[in-house]
Antibody, heavy 117, light 110 residues
Framework: QVQVVESGGGVVQSGRSLRLSCSAS????????MHWVRQAPGKGLEWVAV????????YYADSVKGRFTVSRDNSKNMLYLQMNSLRAEDTAVYYC??????????WGQGTLVTVSS | QSALTQPPSVSGSPGQSVTISCTGT?????????VSWYQQSPGTAPKLMIY???NRPSGVPDRFSGSKSGNTASLTISGLQAEDEADYYC??????????FGGGTKLTVL
């Protein structure tokens, strides 16, 4: 069955870096674009970044542009989010949903990132 | 791109119908048809309920329906059930795979 599993979250100090991972299984990963979406505690969903199926294009929300980098390894069915210069406002649960023709049809349970000052 | 506008909360009694709106502009909702709706219960991941304005994934009850008129998309839940109580988010998929979410609507079943 299709699964995406996020990992790598934790508590990190403001200004430091963290790398999130997303492991995909049950589908042909190299055929799908993948996104990162986050949700701050008690808040709504916020789109963070997208990487196309072959890694040829990447786009970011203005709030993370220049600080976050999305990448993927299709040989390992893995998606990554490198987060640098973290701020308190980056505290959130991070999800990596699969993109099927413009809809997010599979989501993992997310991984919590807490940025402390 | 600004977030799409949803009412913070809606409510209804079991068996009734409720509609949640998702308002944008002529540059976003008015220009694209890849509108999706997600349901999120506390402590769980979002679940796709509607895609491409009005299509339901398999397994989603036909009580859930979607539509769009001009710059506003809508999610209607008919025959409201207690299990429908959750947060609902609209999203719009735009050029270059950029995505805009609505602010979310809390549905309370009275």
């Amino acid at each position: 069955q299709v699964q995406v599993v996020e990992s790598g979250g934790g508590v990190v100090q403001s200004g430091r870096s963290l790398r999130l991972s997303c492991s995909a299984s049950g589908f042909n990963f190299r055929n799908y674009g993948m996104h990162w979406v986050r949700q701050a505690p008690g808040k709504g969903l916020e789109w963070v970044a997208v990487i196309w199926y072959d890694g040829s294009n990447k786009y970011y929300a203005d709030s993370v542009k220049g600080r976050f980098t999305v990448s993927r390894d299709n040989s390992k069915n893995m998606l990554y989010l490198q987060m640098n210069s973290l701020r308190a406002e980056d505290t959130a649960v991070y999800y990596c949903p699969r993109d099927t023709s413009g809809r997010f049809d599979y989501w993992g349970q997310g991984t919590l990132v807490t940025v402390s000052s | 791109q600004s977030a799409l506008t949803q009412p913070p909360s809606v409510s209804g009694s079991p068996g009734q119908s409720v509609t949640i709106s998702c308002t944008g502009t002529s540059s976003d909702v008015g220009s694209y048809n890849r509108v999706s709706w997600y349901q999120q219960s506390p402590g769980t991941a979002p679940k796709l309920m509607i895609y491409e304005v009005s299509n339901r994934p398999s397994g989603v009850p036909d009580r859930f329906s979607g539509s769009k008129s001009g710059n506003t998309a809508s999610l209607t839940i008919s025959g409201l059930q207690a299990e429908d109580e959750a947060d609902y988010y609209c999203s719009l998929y735009t050029t270059n795979s950029l995505v805009i979410f609505g602010g979310g609507t809390k549905l309370t079943v009275l």
